[in-house]
């Protein structure tokens, strides 16, 4: 029996504009012109299951942190006819604040984590400021209180979730950062996260300029080649070309919803 296709979405729920190439792109030409960044969260539809990567963040963290939220994560993907309260398995490709800060909006949910990716959270690391920069406390807790609960579901590098749907540990952004591959009608497609924030980090070689270990992060742009069937096919985590390369789901989800596959 040959293994099923799945069909791959991104949400586009946030953004900031005001932002230039030197926050996106290390040692980067042109360092003050605008680049804008997008925040997405992804879904996977299998013949008989629905995976959801990420949980985005909510109106308070928006505030705290200056960005435009479009349309919160459970209503994006209300949008695309998923309920957000009542899907089973949410894969955290790591934890910053703009992919774990949502996941009171999963209720029924097991989460998805690499074992370092919590460690990384909730060790020593985070009393370094730069480090803990991109981490919310209540998210950590938030967390910590689904492990008591029986609510993660622990990886410890590469994964099969279900014929032809893996999980792979990258780490340099942060220790457990992990991307999703999936086999499509496009073939295989890596939805990349921060593994890769814009087209423009991996395919220049250059990464985002915030990570936990930058070896990792090349070495991590390596596998993501290794993974994917072609260059086109690994998808960045925040760049707003990805809306602009891939058909909307729906005529009416132009400028929210892109199906990728
Ligand atoms: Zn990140
Ligand atoms: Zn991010």
Redesign the pocket.
């Known amino acids: 029996m040959s293994e099923p296709l799945y069909e791959l979405y991104a949400i586009r729920y946030g953004r900031q504009a005001e932002r230039c190439r030197r926050e996106n792109v290390l040692n980067a030409d042109r360092p003050d012109e605008r680049m804008p960044i997008d925040y997405f969260i992804w879904v996977v539809k299998g013949p008989d299951h629905v995976w959801v990567l990420d949980t985005g963040f909510v109106p308070a963290a928006a505030r705290k942190r200056k960005r435009q939220l479009d349309v919160t994560p459970d209503e994006g993907l209300a949008r695309l006819g998923i309920d957000a309260a009542a899907v089973e398995d949410v894969i955290l490709t790591h934890v ?1 604040w ?2 774990a800060g949502g996941q009171d909006l999963f209720p029924a949910a097991k989460f998805h984590i690499q074992d370092s990716e919590l460690s990384y959270a909730s060790g020593r690391c985070m009393c370094d400021a730069d480090l803990n920069l991109g981490f919310e406390p209540g998210d950590i807790t938030g967390l910590i209180e689904k492990l008591f609960a029986r609510r993660l579901v622990f990886h410890d590098g590469d994964a099969t979730l279900a014929p032809g749907l893996t999980l792979h540990r990258i780490g340099g952004h942060t220790a457990g950062m992990m991307v999703v591959r999936a086999r499509t009608r496009r073939g295989w497609m890596v939805l990349a996260s ?1 593994a890769t924030h814009f087209y423009e980090n991996i395919e220049t070689d250059r990464p985002f300029p915030y990570f936990c270990d930058l070896r990792g992060v090349y070495a991590g742009f390596r596998r993501l080649r290794e993974l994917a069937d072609d260059p086109a096919l690994i998808i960045p ?2 760049d707003p070309l990805v809306l602009e390369r891939h058909p909307p789901a729906r005529p009416d989800l132009v400028g929210l919803v892109a199906r990728l596959d």
């Open positions: 910053h703009d992919h921060d985590g925040h």
